[in-house]
């Protein structure tokens, strides 16, 4: 059983309202990443960090933006929701570097709603 | 640009049959492959990864996967499928920037 945690399952919010995924590991694990999925898609990174204080964009243009102030917290924020921002949102984490050590584990996910 | 391609979208099978998933990349360096489950209402779990040695990968729940360098392939098998294994599947390569790449998963359903 994977130590990584998302809150909440589901969301339903409306346009405009500021919200906050957030995502916590145990694991100690240094990377962590968000990913976008929508039905039938691939998931795409959005953002990953590599440790505290590190935080890039992913393939994927996304108008959130993350934090990584703790090691185990890696929130991800939408300032003003849209309905195209309707999404199913996954974190993950790994180790760093270190052959057979790079294998990810992931939250349950976030499902966001924009009405 | 790196990617994957899983060939199917939806296979149904009765149990007891036997399954292959497909799954084709692009990437020119050292590959590091993965293959990721994800039954309903859970979360993606790894089912097997590959990263050198034999390439026929053993993973867990009969899963066993063999990486074809020369084809570009890392399909996905297994002898005799249960209605349990009824899930959505997803290939997925180490990027260079150490994140997945993954395919657009295969949803398998499986007919008791």
């Known amino acids: 059983e994977a130590d990584i945690y998302q809150t909440p399952r589901y969301l339903v919010i409306g346009t405009g309202k500021k919200i906050t995924l957030e995502c916590s590991q145990t694991m100690g694990h240094d990377k962590m990443y968000w990913y976008q999925q929508d039905p039938g898609m691939e998931l795409h990174l959005i953002h990953y960090?590599?440790?505290?204080?590190?935080?890039e964009k992913g393939d994927l243009s996304s108008e959130s933006t993350v934090s990584r102030i703790r090691t185990e917290h890696f929130p991800l924020t939408l300032e003003s929701a849209r309905p195209s921002h309707t999404s199913q949102y996954l974190c993950?984490?790994?180790?760093?570097?270190?052959?057979?050590?790079?294998?990810?584990?992931f939250g349950q996910g976030t499902r966001l709603t924009v009405v | 640009a790196q990617s994957v391609s899983q060939h199917n979208h939806h296979v149904i099978l009765s149990e007891a049959a036997s399954l292959e998933l497909g799954c084709n990349y692009s990437y020119g360096g050292t590959v590091n492959l993965f293959w990721y489950v994800q039954y309903p209402g859970q979360h993606l779990q790894l089912l097997l990864k590959?990263?050198?040695?034999?390439?026929l990968v053993k993973g867990i729940k009969g899963f066993e996967a063999e990486f074809i360098k020369s084809k570009f392939s890392f399909n996905l098998r297994k002898p005799s499928v249960q209605w349990s294994d009824t899930a959505e599947y997803f290939c997925a390569v180490l990027g260079s920037q150490g994140n997945l790449i993954f395919g657009k998963g295969t949803k398998l359903s499986v007919k008791p």
């Open positions: 993950a984490s790994s180790e760093s570097g270190g052959r057979g050590r790079t294998e990810a584990f």
């Open positions: 590959y990263f050198s040695g034999d390439p």
């Open positions: 960090s590599y440790g505290v204080n590190s935080t």
